[in-house]
């Protein structure tokens, strides 16, 4: 059995950033918000989807901890907040080494099972 302490220890954050970026909306929201923060008629703009839609994209990406919302006098501000894709990166690349290490044991194998066949050919 494998046993990953990360997976347990962030298994509902890491699983509410996943739900959040799994929509496309949501990933260029937070695309958008890479490059400062923004207000929310803002973020709105360029999607064909009316103001109550981005709010509720907006409340998922805030439930996954992937942006606050601040309100600066009439205007709602949004921050993007990177740090539970950090952790999703990280996990992603637990996973990446597990499966270096399968393939350069396949490697290892398929290079002892030419080195058979070799052997065993008739010399000319």
């Not at 959040?20 to 990933?27: E, I, S, V, Y």
């Not at 923004?38 to 942006?67: C, D, K, N, Y």
């Amino acid at each position: 059995l494998l046993f990953n302490p990360m997976v347990n220890s962030t298994a509902p954050q890491l699983g509410r950033t996943f739900a959040a970026l799994a929509d496309p909306t949501r990933r260029a929201i937070l695309e958008r918000l890479a490059q400062g923060d923004t207000g929310v008629s803002e973020l709105a703009e360029p999607f064909p989807v009316s103001l109550p839609a981005i709010s509720r994209h907006l409340r998922v990406l805030e439930q996954a901890g992937l942006v606050v919302r601040e309100r600066r006098g009439r205007t709602r501000r949004c921050r993007l907040v990177a740090g539970p894709m950090k952790e999703a990166a990280d996990w992603i690349a637990s996973y990446r080494i597990y499966w270096e290490r399968q393939l350069d044991v396949l490697a290892g194998y398929l290079q002892e099972l030419q080195a058979e066949l070799q052997e065993e050919e008739p010399s000319p």
